[in-house]
């Protein structure tokens, strides 16, 4: 991963209260929550099973996105 993306992982994690202990960063990505980057800008559609059971996950027109800055940053960025 290139520096410039650890700086601003670190810098997003700073500000943000995790209810998962960003276990998607420690685990190195390799368990990160189903998303898809649809093109909005701070929402990802989220993809999992039970997406209301995400503290993060907001619906809107019977569909769940995910608001996490982390997972979005994730997705758009490092494209994972």
């Known amino acids: 991963m290139k520096e410039d993306n650890q700086k601003e992982l670190e810098e997003i994690m700073g500000g943000l209260s995790c209810p998962k202990d960003f276990k998607c960063h420690k685990q ?8 898809k980057d649809v093109g909005l800008e701070s929402h990802l559609e989220c993809l999992e099973e039970r997406p209301q059971d995400c503290p ?9 996105y995910c608001r996490c800055p982390l997972r979005i ?8």
């Open 73 to 80: 940053y994730i997705a758009k960025e490092l494209k994972k």
């Open 28 to 35: 190195g990505f390799k368990l990160l929550c189903k998303a």
């Open 56 to 64: 993060l996950s907001v619906e809107f027109g019977g569909l769940y």
